[in-house]
């Protein structure tokens, strides 16, 4: 009698460690199985330090006088930086709606050219005479840079009281820019003036 009690008990310590066991498993399994699914689809909670994985946009959307997202990497690295983003080749990093200035914000190149390339070697300056005798009435100038450079600005000086400048701008003329000028005056008095054009001179840039 006392044998057969013995034996049952064993078998009922025996069948409750079992379970218990099956128990941890269970728990150990189906929690490493949500561990490696969390974060990889729509609805599913954002895990920080994990790759995380979804086909749709995620939003933050919301009202604050201040900004809505802040990442901030206080490492002391050479390689730290608060943001990475990496797109497919000719694709752009990053879209915005806006055109307003971004203060801090510094660019290395535009259209892969270092700031550098648009500044030019050297400016200088093209002055041409123009005289106006008393039977002319409207004369048109074409100040001309040396060959390859581009005229930036220009304008005129000692006109006389009863000359007009009509036109003082750049044109394309004879298949290149030109600094061009146009007057007009009365028949009777005689008038010399200068027309001038600013040019710069920006290397192979423009060569």
Known sequence: MLRSVSQKILWVGRATIFLVGLAVMLAMVLGLA???LAGTGV???FNLGKKNTVGQLSQLVGRSDSAMLKVEN????GDAT???LQVEPDHAPMKVNSSTRVSNLNSDQLDGKDASTFMPASIY???ETVEMGSNVTATVRA???DEGDVPISGGFSGLGSQTQIKQSSRVFYVGR???WVTANKPVGPEDTWTAQAVCADFGEMHK
Do not use: E
């Not at 206080?74 to 690295?77: T, V």
């Open 34 to 36: 949500s561990a490696a």
């Open 43 to 45: 609805g599913d909670v």
């Open 74 to 77: 206080n490492s002391a690295g």
């Open 82 to 84: 608060a943001l990475n």
């Open 125 to 127: 300056t093209v002055d």
């Open 143 to 145: 100040v001309f840079c």
């Open 177 to 179: 820019p030109t600094w």
